[in-house]
């Protein structure tokens, strides 16, 4: 198996270097880089190449979501990002996705829990806590359906969606429904535009609550 190359920002050091004695024990992990703050941790996202971010909320400078939001303003991040955070609030759940994460996990995790988030998202599925999914669908049980925006789109523009939805990008899409990247290109924009979004974070969470995203893994 190709070794997965890791980040780590958190603003705790015994953290950071618990993480990475146990995923290097894997075998398969590498940790390339780890930050202490938020600043720092945009600085080395920049320097270095990781496969993903294993990123915390609570940290000085910039905190998780500050960070997202930044990461999340370059349209061509080829990196995935897995929250890991002591918060159990269903409202810290919901802004991530809403800012745009891969994964969502609680460090009062088991290991084995956070190895699994990190092999799902790398494959560019979208991960949530176990126990967090029965408040989060209630959450999403508040929502109305948007029945008129999803019958407009085509199957194939459906297809697209449910795939911009777990984070993959076009090149990627592109590959996995063996179309043209331009192709692709075209029925992000059509879909933008029919759903009434402006990028492709607003797409997922149109996604996720019209239940086109399994979140359970």
Same mark, same amino acid.
């Given at each position: 198996m190709e070794?997965i190359?890791?980040?780590?920002?958190?603003?705790?050091?015994?953290?950071r270097?618990?993480?990475?004695?146990?995923?290097?024990?894997?075998?398969v992990?590498q940790v390339?880089?780890?930050?202490?703050?938020?600043v720092?941790?945009?600085?080395?996202i920049?320097?270095?190449?990781?496969d993903?971010?294993i990123?915390d909320?609570?940290?000085?400078q910039?905190n998780?979501?500050?960070?997202?939001?930044?990461l999340?303003k370059?349209?061509?991040r080829?990196f995935?990002?897995?929250?890991l955070?002591? /918060?159990?609030?269903?409202?810290?759940?919901?802004?991530?996705i809403?800012?745009?994460?891969?994964?969502?996990?609680?460090?009062?995790?088991?290991?084995?829990?956070?190895?699994k988030?990190i092999f799902?998202?790398?494959?560019g599925e979208v991960?949530?806590q176990?126990?967090?999914?029965?408040?989060?669908?209630?959450?999403m049980?508040?929502y109305?359906?948007?029945?008129?925006?999803?019958?407009s789109l085509?199957?194939r523009?459906?297809?697209?969606?449910k795939?911009?939805a777990v984070?993959?990008?076009?090149k990627?899409?592109a590959?996995?429904?063996?179309?043209s990247e331009?192709?692709?290109?075209? /029925?992000?924009?059509?879909?933008f535009k029919k759903i009434?979004?402006?990028d492709r974070t607003?797409?997922?969470v149109?996604?996720i609550?019209?239940?086109?995203?399994?979140?359970?893994?």
């Open positions: 070794v190359k890791l980040m780590l920002a958190d603003d705790h050091a015994i953290v270097e618990g993480l990475k004695h146990l995923l290097e024990l894997e075998g992990f390339i880089a780890e930050a202490g703050d938020g720092e941790c945009l600085k080395l920049e320097e270095q190449s990781p993903l971010l990123l909320i609570t940290m000085p910039k998780g979501f500050e960070v997202l939001e930044e999340n370059n349209s061509d080829k995935r990002i897995l929250i955070t002591g /918060h159990k609030e269903l409202e810290c759940l919901l802004k991530a809403e800012i745009g994460v891969d994964g969502f996990i609680l460090k009062s995790s088991e290991f084995d829990e956070l190895k988030a799902m998202v790398i494959r991960y949530i176990p126990n967090l999914i029965p408040k989060f669908e209630r959450k049980a508040d109305v359906m948007d029945t008129d925006k999803l019958n085509t199957k523009e459906l297809d697209v969606l795939h911009v984070g993959m990008y076009n990627e899409i590959m996995k429904l063996e179309i331009r192709t692709v290109k075209n /029925h992000v924009s059509n879909i009434g979004v402006a607003q797409a997922a149109f996604a609550r019209n239940c086109l995203v399994d979140v359970n893994g």
